[in-house]
């Protein structure tokens, strides 16, 4: 993604250092997630002038300002980075569900949540700060989960091992000279859109769950918004890495926000070769100062879940890989 490799990032508490301050490296809090229980906010960049803003409220509201990137933890020591204090969050089996509130960020933002294999990564990367992910951003691998990369016309998920860069892919969305996803339109997801207005705050689940063996048989996202009678959905499990993927889940893997910017987000919210894509150009001076997560909670999957109302997906052109992008500073 294009920002630079190690993106700084300041976190403050809510009426803490304004934004931009260093506010002496302070770690942002703490709060807790029903279901899973205490949860610090890691920063990048740790002593960066000019870093974006995160801040954070003891009720669990995560705003993320423009390229900003932070880690959920068991603890937070400012200044210092160790593999050890990032969250081993145990998904597999389970619901990670939280509210995203993606006003104003359009054409060329995106706001991501995704998981990562940090906790296990003991080598401190190019970032200095053990992140890792699928396209080796910071030099190091590992196995990525992208619940969400979205904006307020487009929003993919995807499954990614340590080696694949490019992943299977739901959603809708893209591309640059191929098509992206098309599980729903841009009638039923966008600003005004029938089943979710992405002027207001809308629900995610993300479901991780097991075949009779208990490995990772799919991830399931379901989007849905108050007062909204349409889920939309999409299921990724034909996937040759779910072992790997499953095996990661169950060793705990790290939740991170991020939110960034570029005029050549078209491979997320593009037309695609169909032409049933979002935007016809990116405008990342139109982007939103911040993007904002909160409502977690992880809940175990129940045993005969309630299928959601799925609207009819718009007929696909030719599918295509999507391209690859050089190595920046956000993942994947």
Request: glycine share 12%; hydrophobic share 35%.
């Amino acid at each position: 993604r294009p920002v630079a490799p190690c993106v700084g990032v300041v976190l403050a508490t809510a009426g803490g250092a304004p934004q931009g301050a260093q506010a002496e490296d302070a770690c942002p809090g703490d709060f807790h997630v029903p279901g899973h229980g205490h949860v610090s906010i890691v920063p990048t960049g740790w002593g960066l002038p000019d870093a974006a803003l995160v801040e954070v409220t003891g009720s669990g509201r995560v705003t993320t300002g423009l390229d900003a990137r932070a880690y959920f933890a068991s603890t937070c020591t400012k200044g210092v980075y160790s593999n050890e204090q990032y969250l081993a969050m145990k998904l597999l089996g389970k619901e990670f569900r939280y509210t995203s509130d993606l006003s104003g960020a359009g054409c060329g933002c995106n706001a991501a949540l995704y998981l990562t294999s940090m906790r296990q990564n003991p080598r401190p990367s190019t970032c200095r700060d053990y992140y890792c992910d699928a396209n080796n951003i910071c030099g190091e691998s590992c196995a990525e989960i992208d619940i969400q990369e979205a904006n307020q016309r487009a929003w993919h998920s995807t499954l990614h091992t340590g080696t694949d860069r490019f992943g299977v892919m739901g959603g809708y969305g893209g591309g640059d000279g191929f098509n992206g996803a098309r599980d729903w339109g841009a009638a039923d997801y966008g600003p005004g859109g029938s089943c979710i207005d992405t002027f207001k705050p809308f629900d995610v689940v993300a479901r991780f769950q097991t075949a009779a063996e208990g490995t990772l048989d799919a991830m399931v996202v379901q989007l849905s918004q108050p007062g909204r009678s349409c889920t939309l959905s999409t299921t990724l499990g034909s996937y040759a890495g779910m072992s790997e993927l499953s095996a990661a889940l169950e060793a705990g893997m790290t939740p991170i926000v991020s939110y960034w910017s570029s005029n050549k987000m078209l491979w997320l919210d593009g037309r695609g070769s169909d032409q049933q894509g979002p935007c016809v150009a990116d405008n990342k001076a139109a982007c939103a100062a911040a993007v904002s997560f909160y409502n977690f909670s992880v809940v175990p999957v129940s045993a005969t879940p309630t299928p959601p109302v799925i609207v009819p997906a718009p007929s696909p052109g030719p599918s295509q890989l999507r391209p690859i992008r050089a190595p920046t500073g956000q993942p994947v």
